[in-house]
Structures are given as C-alpha cells and as structure tokens.
Nanobody, 127 residues
C-alpha cells in the first residue's frame, strides 16, 4: 500500500487557477494508476483525472476536460492536478488515489480499483 500526501487546496474565486499536489512514498514504483477523485457534500466520490505513471495515458471526467490537467514528476514521486477556470461546482474534498492496476478507460473511475488513498484536501470555488 502506498502512502499518499495531498497539498495545495484552498479557497479561490471562479476562474482563478489552483494546483494540487500528491506525493507518494517509496512504494510509488508499485503504482500503475494514480490520480484524483473528489467528493462534494451529499454526493458520492467521483473520479476527476488519473494517469499511468511514466506512461502517456491520462483519463479525465467529462466535467473537467479542457479545464484540468493531470501531470507527474517521477523523480519527486508526485502527481499534480492543475485546475484552470474552476467553477463553483468544482467545490469538493479532493482525494489522491493510487492503484497497482494499470488505468483503463473502462475502469479508471471505479473506487474499488484503488487500494491507497490520501486524507484529502479541500477546494472551495466561490462565484
């Protein structure tokens, strides 16, 4: 199991960019899918964006395509989520997640694919 630590959350105005970071411990090498989920009050946790570390595959929720970008720095064992043009509906607790299974288009958004989770970082977007 990988230990994950998120940072970068906060309160921003709509349209103001924000970057989240997730750093993994030494078990990062066993990770084949890593990224971000979010949970708003009263709603289920949902996938936002994930990637295959060291590879080219990225997956995004339709609601964030074109606005959010996921990227990685393998040397730092860190995955980033660049949130451009955030909207009030993006307000949620954002969780980093990691899986030993490789990301696929049909399963990347499934919570049960991930066996490591961070504590979460709150993002609040005001209008």
């Amino acid at each position: 199991q990988v230990h994950l630590m998120e940072s970068g959350g906060g309160s921003v105005q709509a349209g103001e960019s924000l970057r989240l970071s997730c750093t993994a411990d030494e078990y990062f090498l066993s990770t084949n899918c890593m990224g971000w989920f979010r949970q708003a009050p009263g709603k289920e946790r949902e996938g936002v964006a994930v990637l295959y570390p060291g590879g080219q595959n990225t997956f995004y929720a339709d609601s964030v395509k074109g606005r959010f970008t996921i990227s990685e720095d393998n040397a730092k064992r860190t995955v980033y989520l660049e949130m451009n043009n955030p909207k009030p509906e993006d307000t949620a607790m954002y969780y980093c997640a990691a899986s030993s299974f490789r990301c696929t288009s049909s399963r990347w958004y499934r919570l049960d694919e991930y066996n490591s989770w961070g504590q979460g970082t709150q993002v609040t977007v005001s209008s």
